[in-house]
Nanobody, 123 residues
Framework: VQLQASGGGLVQAGGSLRPSCAASGRTFSSYHMGWFRQAPGKEREFVAAISRGAAYTYYADSVKGRFTISRDNAKNTVYLQMNSLKPEDTAVYYC?????????????????WGQGTKVTVSS
């Protein structure tokens, strides 16, 4: 599956953004999906994940209560609603697809990655 992330941008602290990730192919609904982010000079870190049928969602503690992951299998798209953004949320955000029921938190468990969309939060 090929993933195309979009919807990043520049926003002031306290603002909102809603990046999306469109997948090619007819098997999108068979993948668990995740969002990760990587700030300059830092390792890529887990942000959120959602199961195939959207029954389960997972969040990093740093974004819990502010971010919401969702998916529309009919549109082959996963979303990340980001509210109450903080300067420390500044990073390139990547979507990823995972076939197995392995840990959602580990980058190496994901089979496919999008190219990333940049989010900058100014103070």
């Amino acid at each position: 599956v090929q993933l195309q992330a979009s919807g990043g941008g520049l926003v002031q602290a306290g603002g909102s953004l809603r990046p999306s990730c469109a997948a090619s192919g007819r098997t999108f609904s068979s993948y668990h999906m995740g969002w990760f982010r990587q700030a300059p000079g830092k390792e890529r870190e887990f942000v959120a994940a959602i199961s195939r049928g959207a029954a389960y969602t997972y969040y990093a503690d740093s974004v819990k209560g502010r971010f919401t992951i969702s998916r529309d299998n009919a549109k082959n798209t996963v979303y990340l609603q980001m509210n109450s953004l903080k300067p420390e949320d500044t990073a390139v955000y990547y979507c990823a697809a995972r076939n197995s029921a392995s840990s959602v938190y580990t980058t190496t468990n994901y089979d496919f990655w999008g190219q990333g969309t940049k989010v900058t939060v100014s103070s």
